[in-house]
């Protein structure tokens, strides 16, 4: 008997040009004991699916048809009162977001234990040593101390632990795991998923687990069960569908997924400094220069933060640099500094002229720095926050020309017309508002917008990381051929080593706002002599599967 | 340049750390459920903003017809009545409301329906002169202050907060006092009360919209700070004022009513909403209509105001 079995499941949402099918006649069975995922990009309706099962759709969702079994009982057509008493108790979730999704202002001990006090758990001592017992269990350091700490002083990666220990309390049979590491660092969502793996080899619980990340099905799950377009694709052993897609819409995404690409490294491209004659003239390959950053954060009662510590690096003209860390490894700092959004403490920043002779932009202020925009942009990593809403996709695109009186108006909007021509979007789009375009297209405007004043140096703040992988890839791509047509200079900040790999030529490892090591992306990602990048790199989700 | 540079570094740091935290993907439920299939038609800002109005609820639709007949009335106010507001008939005193009189009649003869109507015109363009001192004042401090910040922003909104600690109706009768009796003076009375929440507002917009990533990537694509006030936070920040600038029409009407009744706005015997309710008073044990009638207009187109004011909220969201 299947632990969840789920027949032709539709969902509508309440738009507003009227109700819209978002999932249209899904099945997907989970067996004891085994981890199924639920792949697919965003707008593949996977959450909803999830969601549906246990009758937690948001507002204006509907089930319109088919049926699920848990565990052999039919509970489509139970009430919220009925639902109340399978969820929790048989079937747990472990929710996507563990900042918003604890109450910041209850100690987690409380909260964990409320689950157990509506499951009916009575008296106050029992349910704080069960509580206990979950925490360890889930593998928190000093639970009785964690249990009186509020949500705000754990980590990302602890929160998220809280969460699982809330979902595994009453010992459900099935977990439903909601793109639970998708906000945490790799090496702390390694360590997730290894937990959430414990649990169903020792307590033999069934996991269903939703996810965007190929590699991550790819290590975790027996059976993976692709949707595109709130349809199955395909669905099957993992093993199987991995080597052998049978549906051209998962060969797509496999050969996007940069997790599972084998393809080789890029190598410092001779053919821009050789070709360039002005550039191996100049006797200085380097693009950009930095030496000895720091940059500390005044913080209040205590010690100044150092987010950027003794930061060193070099880029040639033309390359890829790539700055990896996690989340306060002072990448995007250090992103910052060079594009002189803050001001270094200490340390020189030199980037490379017209004729490409260095000079210190460090030391730069007001009208200066607005002269540096010229040779150097920035493009940011959330497509939705970085335009502004109530311009046109041509305001937005000729804003930097606008800004330094450059051509006239017509002059401005041709300019616009053929850049976003150049990063391929349909010339429609230019009268359009931003609202009505899609992340990656959105990134497509954000970059373009950033070449319109022709800068030699482009530095991509987590560019692609809210990204779909397979407009991940296209934007990649993007990146790449502007890099070869144009001669640019990227520094690209990032945390996923995957892509990384695909498209920097050097990278920077960074911990806790120092460099660990440099290298050749080939020399770093083949022989790390450093504990911290072998530790990222064992991190990244679907290695194994390319190693087998 | 200096003076933002603590905020500018905190408002980054901020914004890195819930970069960080939040990770990449949004609410994958709404995702799923606002995800388009191809993409949508091209729209002008008012044609999608109709669109995103569906069918109006029926009581923004008579909230509107409410304001538009008051506008009517202080517009042109002898298609509604043939009655004269000052000069009355003593022999038809005292009337209750009859198909002749719809409101009845006060001591003197008048036909207090005209004198409503009349009246329209001296508590609207308060009411307007009124916002409108508010909304410039109050907007440019709070833009100022927002978009400066520094010492420049604690000192203005110090004095916003003193202002704030006065009871409204205290601030206006002081100011009267200073400028002397009046509708338009009344009117600029109850105006300087509401500057106070004017710059508050204008202020935290400001703040908001500065942090973005936008504004920020305009200063990176070579804007100056004028040009970025202009062309992006101004018009991402103004929405919100705009629907405390109709809310504040409605309790303007109220405060001018309050300050005519008390006997500091309009001289008698000029038809004001205010005054007409103050007039009644003294007949309420034995005619009722000349307090509650009046009463009830002003509490109508009030609440229409504020039902009006509250669907621009909406609309930001």
Redesign the interface.
Known sequence: MSVLEVQDLRVS?Q??AGR?E?VHGVDVTVEEGEVVALVGE???????TA?ALIGL??E??RVDGGSVALGGVDITDWDQKRLRSVRGAQVGLVP??P?SSLDPVRPVGVQVGEILRVHGVRGSAARRGRVLELLERVGLDDPALRARQYPHELS?GMRQRVLIATAIALRPRLIIA??PT???DATVQRRILDLIDDLRREEGTSVLLVT?DLGVAADRAQRLVVLNHGRVVEQGPSAGILSSPADPYTRQLLADAPALATEGFRRPAPPLFIRDAAAAAAENPYAIVAEGLVKE?AVRGREAFR?VDDVSFQVRRGTTHALVGE??SGK??TA?LV?R???PDAGRIELADASGALADIAGL??DG???L??RI??V???P????????SVAQIVA??LH??REGTRADRHARAAELIDRVALPA?VL???PR?L?GGQRQRV?IA?AL??RPDVVVLD?AV??LDVTVQARILELLESLQQELGLTYLFISHDLAVVRRISHTVSVMRRGRVVETGSTEDLFSAPTHEYTRELLAAVPGRSEVAA | ?STQ?SE??DA??AA?AA??????????????????DG??T?RS?VARLF??G?RPSWTLVVAIAVIVVAVLWAAAPWLFTSYDPIDGVPAQKLLPPSAEHWFGTDAIGRDLYARVVYGAIHSLSGALIAVTVGLAAGTLLGVVAGSVGGWLDDVLMRVVDVLLSIPGLLLSLSVIILLGFGTVNAAIAVGIGSVASFARLSRSEVVRVRR???V?????????FA?VLR??VL??SLTAVVGLAALQFGGAILAISTLGFLGYGAPPPTPEWGLLIAEGRNYVATAWWLTTLPGLVVLVVVLSANRISQSIGRGTR
């Open positions: 949402y738009t507003r819209r978002v965003s707008g593949s309706g996977k959450s909803t969601h759709l948001a204006g969702g996507q977001d900042v990302g909601d793109e998708s906000a945490l965007h954060f987010a989340s306060g995007t700092t910052r594009t959004f803050l001001q202020r007001s720095l607005r002269q925009r010229r942009q920035l940011y990593q959330n939705f926050s970085s335009l502004d809403p109530r311009q804003e930097p800004n330094f429609d009268e359009r508002s009505e899609s954000a917008r319109a004043i987590e990381s809210a | 340049m540079t500018r570094v980054a740091t890195i970069d960080e935290a939040s990770g990449t993907v949004l609410d994958p439920v709404a995702r799923d459920a606002g995800a388009l993409q949508p091209r800002n669109a995103q569906r973005t990533d936008y920020e990537a305009a200063f990176g694509s070579g804007g100056s040009s062309r992006h018009p991402n």
